[in-house]
């Protein structure tokens, strides 16, 4: 089992910063791909980011250039940052991780999944 605990979101407005965290814990060994979906009020979950245990990334095409995921294994944590931001970013973001070693960003398959933290981008 993995935990995962997202921090870092909160009202913000348009144009600002703010740096997601997600610290994992339990057997951490197996993670291998992380990623943040965000959903919006009536809006589908979204997949926005996600980097493989050798840093390679990926992006939705709506937060390419101004959202930045990365990585800390050796304190088993993730981060988003998210830079210009907009109102249409305002969302729930979630962290999530995969055990599988095979992945792509349109195949990418959560096993496990943080309670979200809330980002709210005002005009």
């Known amino acids: 089992q993995v935990q995962l605990v997202e921090s870092g979101g909160g009202l913000v407005q348009a144009g600002g910063s703010l740096r997601l965290s997600c610290a994992a814990s339990?057997?951490?060994?197996?993670?291998?791909?992380m990623g943040w979906y965000r959903q919006a009020p009536g809006k589908q979950r979204e997949l926005v980011a996600t980097i493989g245990s050798g840093g390679n990334t990926n992006y939705a095409q709506s937060v390419k250039g101004r959202f930045t995921i990365s990585r800390d294994n050796a304190k088993n944590t993730g981060y988003l940052q998210l830079n210009s931001l907009k109102p249409e970013d305002t969302a729930v973001y979630y962290c999530?991780?995969?055990?599988?070693?095979?992945?792509?960003?349109?195949?990418?398959?959560?096993?496990?999944w943080g309670q979200g933290t809330q980002v709210t981008v005002s005009e």
């Open positions: 999530t991780v995969t055990r599988s070693l095979s992945y792509s960003f349109g195949g990418y398959y959560p096993d496990y």
């Open positions: 339990g057997s951490t060994r197996s993670i291998n791909a």
